[in-house]
C-alpha cells in the first residue's frame, strides 16, 4: 500500500459552498444533549430463496424526536425518518412492493444502481400514488457498493427528500466478503448519511420557507436523522459508509489531530486500491468508504469529526483487542471497456443553475440517444463562472461510470479505476466520462444539487438496441400538476412546486398553494 497521505480535499478552496450564495454555518439548536448516532436497522426480507428475494419498501408519515420538545413531522421508508438499510447480494434476483401511504404521489429512484428505465430506475416518469401499490423486480449485476434509494418526483424530488424519504441500499458480494475490512454492522461499520436541516415553530419543516432556487442550506446538521451523535468506539478499526444526503450542503470531513483515513471505496464499487488521507470531500449523491483506525487513542479518549471547523460527530474510545489486520493493496479491478475510436465524443454542459446543454428539463423530450452495451466518451463541462460559480454534482442514472480525466489531467486519487455515478463538476471545468448503459430504458442525467434537478438542470437520454427499438410513455407536467391538485382537493393553478414558479417547468402555477411536502 503507498504511504502517500493527502492532506487536501483536491477541489479548490476558492469552489467551496461556503464561498457562494446564500452559505448557512451549522449550529447545535439550544438544548439538545448528545445521543447515539442511530444505525438503520436492516430491512428484513419478505422472502428468500437461493436466487431471489422480496421486499416491501413503504413510504409512510410520521413523527421524529429530533429535538427536544415536540416531534417533528417526518417522512421515511418502511420508518418514520430515513428507512431501513436494505442488503442485496450481487447476482440475486430482487422483487419489490413499493406501497405508498403518503397523502401525495411519490417516486422510489434507486440512486447507483444498475436497473432498466425509466419505470424500474423510479424517476418522475414512475409515480405511484397515494394509496397504491407497484411491483418491479431487477438482478442485481455489480460490485459490492453502498447505494441508495430516495424520492425522484421532479419537480418535487427537493421538498420530498428534504421530508426524509432517502434510505441505504448496500449491494455485498464474494470480493468483498474475502477482503481483511470491519464488516460487523452496527459495531465497527457504521453507514453515516450527511443531511442539514432548518427547524421552525413546533420544531417543524417548512421546506417552502426555506427555498432557495440555488440549493438549500439549514443550520442543523442532521446525521442519520440524528443532531448531535456519538459513536461508541470498541474495536480499533471503524469503517465509515458516508452519504451525501443534503440537498446542497457539501461536506468537508477531518479528523481531530488529522488521524488517517484510508478510502476503500467510492459510489459503485471498491477502489483498485487504498487511498490516505487526512480530508475528504462529500457532495451531495456521493458515496465514499473510509477505514479508520484508532490505535493511538485508549479507553476514555474522544476523538471528533468535523466538517470545517464544526464537530459532527462524537468518537467515544472504549477498550478493544489489537487489530493487525492489513488493508489488501488491491481491492478491487474494475472492467474498463474499450471505446471505438471513431464515435463522437458526447458534450454536455452544465450552464447557470437550471439548465442543461442551454436548455431546461423537458419529461417529453429525449436530449440523447445511446446503444444499450456500447462505451462513450462524456465531456462534462461546467459552464458557470469562476467569479461567481459553484460545485455541481453530475449524476447519471441506471449505470456506473469511469472518470477518465480533469481538463485533460489525471482525475483525483480517489477517482481513478473505480465506479462512480456522481462527480463534482468546479466551475470552467471539463471531466471525461467513459459511460456504457448495460440497460435498455429512458435515463435521467443532471445536477444533484436537488434544487437544480428540480429547476431544469437536467436531461434524457434513451438507451435502446437498434435492432428491437422500444417506446416508452412518459409523464408529462400537466398530468403531475392536475394528480398533485387532486390529492389537495385544489385547482390544478393552486398547486406550487419547488422550481415551477421561478424556473418554468411547463404550467404556469401560482403560490397559492404547495404540494404536502412543502410545508409541514
Known amino acids: 500500500m503507498t504511504e502517500n497521505v493527502y492532506t ?23 438544548g439538545v444533549k448528545p445521543q447515539p448516532l442511530a444505525v438503520p436497522p436492516v ?14 419498501i413503504e413510504s409512510v408519515a410520521g413523527e421524529s424526536q429530533i429535538l427536544p420538545g415536540e416531534k417533528t413531522k417526518t417522512w421515511g421508508y418502511n420508518a418514520p425518518l430515513l428507512g431501513k438499510t436494505m442488503v442485496v447480494k450481487t447476482g440475486k434476483r430482487v422483487h419489490v412492493t413499493l406501497k405508498n401511504s403518503l397523502s401525495e404521489l411519490t417516486t422510489f429512484h434507486w440512486h447507483g444502481m444498475d436497473v432498466p428505465g425509466p419505470i424500474t430506475d423510479g424517476g418522475c416518469h414512475a409515480p405511484v400514488y397515494p394509496g397504491e401499490e407497484k411491483q418491479i423486480e431487477f438482478t442485481v449485476n455489480q460490485p459490492a457498493a453502498l447505494t441508495w434509494l430516495h ?31 470491519p464488516k460487523q454492522y452496527g459495531v465497527d461499520e457504521f453507514p453515516v448519511i450527511l443531511q442539514d436541516r432548518t427547524y421552525h415553530e413546533h420544531n417543524q419543516l417548512d421546506y417552502r420557507a426555506d427555498y432557495d432556487p440555488m440549493g438549500v442550506f439549514a443550520e442543523t446538521p442532521l446525521i442519520n436523522g440524528v443532531v448531535r451523535p456519538f459513536i461508541d468506539v470498541t474495536t480499533q478499526k471503524v469503517r465509515l459508509l458516508f452519504l451525501g444526503g443534503s440537498n446542497r450542503r457539501e461536506w468537508r470531513l477531518h479528523f481531530d489531530d488529522d488521524i488517517v483515513m484510508t478510502q476503500i471505496a467510492a459510489d459503485d464499487s471498491f477502489l483498485p486500491h487504498p487511498v490516505k488521507m487526512t ?90 440517444k445511446q446503444v444499450v452495451g456500447q462505451a462513450e466518451y462524456w465531456d462534462v463541462t461546467n459552464t458557470n463562472p469562476k467569479d461567481h460559480g459553484m460545485l455541481h454534482p453530475f449524476h447519471i442514472h441506471g449505470t456506473h461510470f ?78 403531475l400538476t392536475k394528480a398533485f391538485a387532486e390529492e389537495k382537493g385544489i385547482k390544478p393553478e393552486e398547486v406550487w412546486m419547488p422550481g415551477m414558479d421561478t424556473e418554468g417547468c411547463g404550467m404556469a402555477m401560482s403560490k397559492d398553494a404547495t404540494s404536502s411536502a412543502s410545508h409541514h
Open 8 to 30: 487536501d480535499y483536491f477541489v479548490k478552496e476558492e469552489d467551496f459552498d461556503k464561498n457562494h450564495f446564500h452559505y448557512k454555518e451549522l449550529h447545535i439548536p439550544e
Open 151 to 181: 424520492a425522484h418526483p421532479c419537480p418535487s424530488t427537493a421538498a420530498q427528500v428534504w421530508m426524509g424519504l432517502a434510505m441505504g441500499v448496500v449491494i455485498t458480494d464474494e470480493n468483498e466478503a474475502k477482503l481483511p475490512i
Open 43 to 56: 430491512l428484513s426480507p419478505d422472502k428468500e430463496t437461493d436466487t431471489d428475494i422480496w421486499f416491501t
Open 279 to 368: 480530508k475528504l470531500l462529500v457532495t451531495p449523491g456521493e458515496r465514499l468508504q473510509v477505514v479508520v483506525d484508532f490505535s493511538q487513542y485508549h479507553d476514555g479518549d474522544i476523538v471528533n469529526l468535523y466538517t470545517d471547523d464544526f464537530k459532527l460527530i462524537e468518537f467515544r474510545i472504549h477498550k478493544f483487542e489489537p487489530d493487525n489486520s492489513v488493508i489488501p493493496d488491491t481491492l478491487f479491478t474494475a472492467d474498463i471497456p474499450e471505446v471505438d475510436p471513431s464515435l463522437p465524443i458526447r458534450k454536455v454542459t452544465m450552464d447557470g443553475h437550471n439548465m442543461m446543454n442551454g436548455k431546461e428539463f423537458a419529461m417529453q423530450r429525449i436530449d440523447m
Open 402 to 479: 469511469i472518470v477518465v480525466s480533469r481538463n485533460g489531467q489525471k482525475p483525483y486519487p480517489n477517482e481513478i479505476g473505480c465506479y462512480k455515478d456522481t462527480i463534482a463538476v468546479a466551475p470552467g471545468e471539463t471531466v471525461r466520462l467513459l459511460v456504457k448503459f448495460p440497460l435498455e430504458g429512458v435515463f435521467m442525467y443532471h445536477c444533484h444539487i436537488i434544487e437544480h434537478e428540480d429547476a431544469g438542470m437536467m436531461a434524457q437520454i434513451e438507451v435502446y438496441d437498434p435492432d428491437h427499438p422500444k417506446t416508452y410513455k412518459l409523464m408529462d407536467m400537466e398530468t
